[in-house]
């Protein structure tokens, strides 16, 4: 793919940027949706070494850790979340 072909969209972040009250240039606006990406990646990747480590501490079956473990990795962000939110036992507060 040629960088003409990316320069449309380039343009467009940059006026949206500048609609923001600031003087951007295209090569700015990439470099701060590189950054965003970035960002996001290491939350993504934090969020699923804690569902891995949770999986390996908690005392379930070894068939349980086996398919969450298979979910978490194959599916890597939805997979966590979906760990967090419905294979965990629920415990109930007295």
Same mark, same amino acid.
């Not at 240039?25 to 990406?37: D, L, N, R, T």
């Not at 068939?63 to 967090?84: D, H």
């Given at each position: 793919?040629?960088?003409?072909?990316?320069?449309?969209?380039?343009?467009?972040?940059?006026?949206?940027?500048?609609?923001?009250?600031?003087?951007?240039?295209?090569?700015?606006?990439?470099?701060?949706?590189?950054?965003?990406?970035?960002?996001?990646?290491?939350?993504?990747?934090?969020?699923?070494?804690?569902?891995?480590?949770?999986?390996?501490?908690?005392?379930?079956?070894?068939?349980?850790?086996?398919?969450?473990?298979? $979910?978490?990795? $194959?599916?890597?962000?939805?997979?966590?979340?979906?760990?967090?939110?419905?294979?965990?036992?629920?415990?109930? $507060?007295?």
């Amino acid at each position: 793919m040629q960088l003409r072909s990316y320069t449309p969209l380039l343009s467009l972040l940059a006026v949206l940027l500048t609609a923001c009250g600031e003087d951007v240039s295209a090569g700015e606006a990439v470099g701060a949706g590189i950054g965003i990406w970035a960002i996001g990646s290491i939350l993504a990747f934090i969020l699923v070494v804690w569902a891995v480590i949770d999986l390996i501490k908690k005392p379930y079956p070894m068939e349980k850790k086996l398919i969450w473990g298979v $979910v978490i990795l $194959v599916i890597p962000f939805l997979g966590a979340i979906l760990y967090f939110l419905l294979g965990r036992n629920k415990q109930t $507060v007295i």
